[in-house]
């Protein structure tokens, strides 16, 4: 966040999961690691919502894939994904991948 935001603050240190808020291109934004899995994300999406009203939170994470034509660093684009998750079949029931 130092390195690209202008203006970076600190907002969120909670369970070592830091939060900045400054201005990228012009732009207020904020920045915040979410852990791993359905369940992190599921309580700082909520936190982040409900405690601070953020509104649009967009999910940058990891994924695997096995192709012949993939070779290291390219980049994919998912266009949708499925889990046998209870948790996530619970708020989202059925599978759309």
Do not use: W
């Amino acid at each position: 966040a130092e390195t690209y935001l202008e203006d970076a603050v600190c907002f969120n240190e909670i369970r070592g999961k830091y939060g900045y808020t400054g201005t990228y291109k012009g732009q207020r934004v904020s920045v915040m690691g979410t852990g791993m899995g359905i369940p992190s994300i599921l309580i700082y999406a909520t936190e982040l919502a409900r405690d601070y009203g953020c509104k649009k939170m967009i999910r940058l994470g990891t994924a695997g894939a096995y192709s012949e034509k993939l070779k290291a660093l390219d980049l994919v684009l998912s266009q949708g994904t499925s889990t046998t998750s209870a948790l996530n079949d619970h708020i989202f029931p059925g599978h759309y991948a």
